[in-house]
């Protein structure tokens, strides 16, 4: 049941009242009523001002009110399908006390948006990582609506306009190109959401297409990997740093699911043969996806030198631990000797953007190349099928796991000739 709650934000003797309505766990909106009130004269208890005085009295029965109008607009509304968010609530309370309050337009794009981003926030089926692209369009909307010194309505949206808010994101926000092709396709799926809901939307959107830009995929071959396995590297941080990468690149898992592994979640499998296999199975926290993961004889030695357990962290802060992890890891490939020039991402301190340049490999290492190394090196192995490695990285389609290797069809196809060919061969032989 959809409850209103009352209160005070500062202990001062003008202290806004601000109201909290929560309609369920993940449906709770809060803001100004724009009444105020003496933090003395407060009941935290209760929620509501004590009726010590004669104007606390007039207060309170205000409040009263709005909350019995917030209640019943709720169910008028509910039974509408209107999706509720702070904004409704704000123009609910707005409309009780007679104010001036606009009413919102969602025929403007930004209101859309909004309202589009915070009905997925009620889903639990969608993934924070996939409402946060929404938030960043809605970001660089707003700052491309602040250039252009307007705002915009959803018909407005052609190509011509969808473009220049391609550049705008290029020049301005200092984006690379993926990443401003990745934001147009959240724009295009936001307009094609309104043509469902039945809002006047241009009719070429359908026919829009955006470049895919393939990204360049720097990953550790296993040669390279043998090479920081010699590594002489000095100090517990570099070493423990060595250790993860390696396992990482065993493994295949994003830098969230690898520095949280332990040896909790490795259990022994028996097959029907008798012989005995060390599983570790977790559950991915990007994707939700439960993976069970073989641990290869290079992982296992590490952790015998830990006695059974995984290497340990440098903190008990998540960020922190990635950030150190990242930079431990490049002094790692630099003292082991992985410097040949490769074409890469780098930040630009001076533009203070990311540029594509030719460098020593060792700068472009990040976490992720544990997770892209084992997919590229394994798939590059005939006695691996692909959804053998899929089932370990967790790529939910062929089409995506290729693509995210660098790989297309058409390799998958040569690298299958190739096999024809070699099966012929040992026939005539």
Request: aromatic residues 10%; positive net charge.
């Amino acid at each position: 049941m959809a409850t209103v709650k009352f209160r005070l934000k500062a202990k001062t003797d003008n202290s806004q009242i601000f109201l909290r309505f929560s309609i369920s766990r993940n449906q709770v909106f809060e803001t100004r009523t724009g009444l105020t009130a003496n933090f003395k004269d407060w009941s935290i208890e209760k929620s509501q001002i004590k009726q010590t005085k004669a104007e606390n009295k007039i207060i309170a029965i205000q409040l009263n009110d709005l909350s019995n109008f917030i209640q019943k607009e709720h169910n008028v509304d509910f039974s509408k399908g209107v999706i509720f968010s702070t904004n409704w609530l704000k123009k609910k309370i707005d409309l009780f006390f007679g104010r001036n309050s606009n009413p919102e337009n969602d025929d403007l794009f930004s209101i859309y948006l909004n309202n589009y981003i915070e009905l997925r926030k009620m889903d639990s089926n969608i993934k924070n990582a996939t409402i946060q692209k929404f938030i960043q369009l809605q970001t660089k909307i707003k700052a491309f609506e602040k250039k252009r010194k307007g705002e915009f309505l959803i018909t407005e949206f052609d190509k011509k306009l969808m473009l220049e808010f391609r550049v705008f994101m290029l020049t301005d926000c200092k984006v690379m190109e993926s990443t401003a092709n990745r934001t147009l396709r959240c724009l295009k799926t936001v307009l094609l959401d309104a043509q469902n809901n039945a809002k006047n939307v241009n009719r070429l959107i359908n026919n829009f297409t955006i470049e895919n830009v393939p990204s360049i995929k720097v990953f550790l071959n296993f040669d390279e990997i043998e090479k920081i396995k010699n590594a002489k590297v000095i100090g517990k941080d570099l070493i423990t740093a060595k250790h993860w990468l390696i396992i990482g690149c065993y493994t295949g898992q994003r830098v969230s699911d690898l520095l949280r592994m332990n040896s909790g979640m490795v259990f022994t499998k028996i097959d029907n043969e008798g012989n005995k296999f060390p599983i570790l199975e977790l559950t991915q926290i990007k994707t939700g996806n439960e993976v069970s993961i073989p641990l290869h004889d290079e992982v296992l030695k590490i952790l015998e030198i830990y006695n059974g357990n995984f290497p340990p962290t440098y903190g008990k802060a998540t960020d922190s631990n990635f950030v150190l992890f990242n930079r431990y890891i490049k002094k790692v490939c630099e003292v082991a000797e992985i410097n040949n020039i490769v074409k890469g991402k780098v930040f630009n301190e001076e533009l203070k953007r990311n540029e594509i340049l030719e460098t020593e490999k060792y700068k472009l290492v990040s976490s992720h190349i544990c997770r892209r190394s084992f997919a590229t090196n394994f798939y590059g192995d005939k006695r691996f099928t692909t959804p053998q490695i899929m089932s370990i990285t967790g790529h939910k389609t062929e089409r995506m796991f290729l693509s995210y290797i660098g790989k297309t069809s058409s390799d998958h196809a040569l690298q299958t000739a190739k096999t024809f060919r070699e099966i012929a061969q040992q026939r005539i032989s």
